[in-house]
Structures are given as C-alpha cells and as structure tokens.
C-alpha cells in the first residue's frame, strides 16, 4: 500500500503537463466540480504524476495528481470528455474519486509538533473516512473506489505477523468493510489473518476507533489524532517512546498476513493464488533486459544429463520389496479394480483400472529435490559469476529430467531470479557482478516463497556462494537460523581467497574456484538424496 500520508501532501509537486494527456486533465478538470462540490479544484493527470502515489490531493494548492500509468499506457484508450470512459479505465477514475474524497472531507491537517506514529495512524484511518464521506454524498461513487483498493494495496504492505502490521491491514481493509466500500466477503481470509494475529478482543478494539473515525467532522484534527493514540495505546505501543512508525524486521519471513493481501488482490484481479504470484515475480524479480546472453555448449548439454543421472541413480538405488498395480496376471485380483475395467470395456472405453497387484522390488519413496542457489553478485565475486550463470542453466535441465526443483536467485543491489522453479531455458543468461548485499534478506524470502523451503516433505536445501560479507548480517542469520530450525539444509561456499564473516546453523566449505562451487553443490544435493 502506499503510503497513506502521501495522499495528501502540503509539499511541493514534481510532476509536469504532459501534453499526451493534457485532453484528460482538461476534462477531469472540469468533472471535479460534479465529484467535489467546489470550484477551485484542478486536475493534473500525467505519468509519474501523484507525488509517489497513484494519486495525491495537494490541499495549498487546491490540485489532484493522478498517475497516468494507472490509466492505461497510452491516452488513447478512451475519450475523457465522455461518460463511458469510466468503464474503461475504472481503476483510473477510481483513483480521481479517492484524491475527490479527499478534497471534500479532509480538511484538517496534523497539528505541529504531532509524533509521526500518531500522524500515521490518523491518515490510516482518514482511508476509510473520507472514502465513507463520498460514498455517503454520491453513493454511486463506490463502485469506483472498491477499484482503487487494488492500485493502492500493495503485498508489501504487512510483511511479518506483528500486531503493527495487522492493524495496518485492519485500518485499510476491515475499515473499508464499515465504510461500505467492500465487503465482508471480500476481506474474510483478511479478517482470519488479522484475528491470528491480534486477537478478537483487540481487532474489536481496534474497530471501536475506526467506527468513531468515521463519525468525525471533516475538520476534527484533534479528536483524529487523540484516536490515534487510542489505536497505539490498544495495540501496546506508547506513542511517547515510539515516535517514529514501527518497521519491520528484515529477518523474519513473511506469515500469514502477506499471505492473505496476496490472495486477495488475486482474487480482485480474477487471477489464481499461483497466478498473481507468478506476476509478481516477473515485475519484481525478473533479470534485467541488458544482461548477456549465449547458448550452451556442447559440454554444457553434457553437464546437464550427467547431473540428472545422478539424481536419478540417487533416488532409486537399493530397491526394496513393494507392491504394484498390473493390468495383467500374474498377482493378486483386485475384486472391485477387475469390475471397473469390466465397465469400462462395456462402455466402449479402454480400460484404465488395474486389476492385478503385482509384489515386486521398487525403490524406496525419496522426497523431491527442492534447490535454491543464491549468488552473491557483488563486486568481490566477479570470478564466480560466469560459472554459476551456466550452472543455473545446467542445474535447470538437470531438474527437468529428473524429480527435482530448482531455482538460481542472485542477489546484490537487486534481487534477480535467473531461473525459475520449473523453467527450462534455452540460452545462459550471464549475471554482472557490482555493488553491494542488501538485498540477501530478500532474496532468501523469494527463495522460499518459490520452493516452500520452510515447510513440506520435500528435501530441501538452500546454497549460498558469497563471501558473507553481507549488508545486515543479523537478519541473515535469522532468516538462516530460521531455515535451519524448519529443516531446510543451509549450505554456504565461500572463497578461500576472499575470508569474510561465517555463519551458525549452515555447513560452511571454502572453494579455491569458481568450478569448485558448482560441484560442491551438486555433490551436496546428491548426498542428501542418498541419506534420505
């Protein structure tokens, strides 16, 4: 969600007339009277425009942004100056009715000196109200707004299960349901998830605050503020120690709370869970469109099927006695498998039921192979990142022909997923090395959210090449620690020529080069495979 403070800014705008979109500036220009009730209001709709957020009221200036990326990619879409145009940029014209709500009914600003937790939490609950204002006065006005929850909203939004964040989620959902913008349908896996979180007892309070907010005079700066020190106070936090607004721990994963925004902003967008996660990876995470490219080699090819042939010989070694079906003797009959196939021959289809049960010797079950590679893409890795780039391939191809799950995620400035669960690519894509760590902790939470690393009966692993010199080495030994308590196998290479810090709770080998590595880690997968 963005930030709802910046929805109303008595800072100064950046955005410019963009003359592509002047016609719907105009012609937004002159409907906000009909939204508004005033006269004064002018509308700048450009791309970028909103100050950050999709849109921004500026009440100085007596102007509203609406970011033209929200509308479409390019003007022609509809024609602004006629009434179905709203059908066909309805998040577009829903964001222009929130920045109207706001220039109707939130006249008061933060009084100076306020704590910026007791701000925050008074434009969280100006959401809900000045929404429920508009909807009051134009009622037909709803149908836009529920369209602008999902420009807003945002999985980041509530990142770890901490009461902070649940009322978070709480003050820009559950309070949409009392302000008559969504429904109680609408917010259910919501509302669970907050209530595992929080409580009943304190969600009830919590709701006690935002229905008062609701009741609050358009100029009520005061009694907003005093509210939102009664929501800090319900949820344990002293306004007078905390000043500032809580921020999540960069070492905890993400729970519940971000599992259900992402269910419900699939469901608003008409896409499965899988789905909307999919499109979130390929707008977050995907790698950048100037990285290299090359085909395989030859010996590269070899790499693969020799990798999946050892996962194979892995899972099926020691064949013990086992039981299978047959659809021909000799065996045991299976009584009521011999009349459905006997049916299904009366019917004219080809028999699928298998009527014999064979004993014969069969492998023993072995858990899926699920491998997560991280690579450090900072600068002091340059020699490393060649080599891994084909081994990202080579470990993709191997996953293909055998029972295995891969994914190769590097991470530096950015966090970029070279090969997804399941992909197969046809070409090598090289990672550049250069900058820094930060984004370690990131790329561990993709790496679960992609192959489940924390839960499941899968055999999971996580293999990390970095000389551990990381940005925030805390939260990655949490998020490892984490890992490892969960039962997911932390295997850690480091140069040898290049010592840095060394993690608890993962099995720590130095390499001597970039070869080394790439073998290390399949030599690895391979033992845990036999071990199982």
Known sequence: ???????????????????????????????????TGRTDLHVLVAPG?????????????RRIEVDANYIADTP????????????????????LVHGAAHAAHSHWTTPP??????????????????????????????????????????????PVDDAWHAGTLAALLLARVDARILTSKDVRAVRAAVIGVLGRQRLKALREIW????TVDDTGADTMIELARRWCQALDIDP??????????????????????????AAAYGLTPSQYAARILQHRHSPPKDWQRSDPTEQQRRAARDLAARITRARIRNPEPGVRPSLIPPGRLRTRHAIAADAQTARGQRPTAAPWQQRTQLPPPKPTLHLAIL???????????????????????????????????????????LVAPGARPQQILHMPTG?????????????????????????????????????DVAAGQKLITTLHRAGCAVLWLQPDDLPGYTFTDTTTLTVADPADSVTQIADAAIAALKQT
């Open 76 to 95: 022609d879409i509809a024609d602004p100056r006629r009434a179905a145009h709203k059908q066909t940029v309805p998040t577009g014209y829903g964001l």
């Open 113 to 158: 000196g306020t704590p910026p937790i007791l701000a925050h939490v008074a434009d969280l609950l100006e959401e809900s109200r000045a929404e429920g204002k508009q909807r009051q006065r134009r009622r037909a006005d709803r149908r836009w707004l529920r369209h602008t929850v999902t420009a807003l909203l945002d999985p980041g939004t509530a």
């Open 375 to 417: 690579v450090d893409l900072s600068g002091s890795m340059t020699k490393y990142a060649d080599e891994l780039s084909s081994a990202a391939w080579i470990f993709a191809h191997a996953a293909r022909r055998s029972e295995a799950v891969t994914t190769t995620i590097g991470f530096g400035s950015h966090t970029s997923v």
């Open 435 to 471: 900058g820094g760590t930060v984004t370690f902790p990131e790329a561990v939470k993709v790496a679960d959210r992609l192959l489940d690393l924390r839960h499941g009966r899968t055999l999971r692993m996580l293999a990390v090449v970095s000389d551990g010199k990381l940005a």
């Open 1 to 35: 969600m963005s930030d709802p403070s910046t929805h109303r800014s008595t800072g100064r705008p950046t955005a410019t007339v963009d003359d592509a979109w002047k016609p719907w500036s105009q012609a937004w220009t002159k409907h906000i009277k009909t939204l």
């Open 211 to 214: 229905q008062h907010a609701h």
């Open 49 to 61: 425009a909103g100050g950050g957020a999709p849109e921004c009221f500026y009440p100085q200036l």
């Open 240 to 265: 007078g120690q905390q000043h500032t607004v809580p921020a999540a721990d960069p070492g905890q994963f993400p729970g519940q709370l971000a599992q259900a925004i992402a269910d419900y902003l």
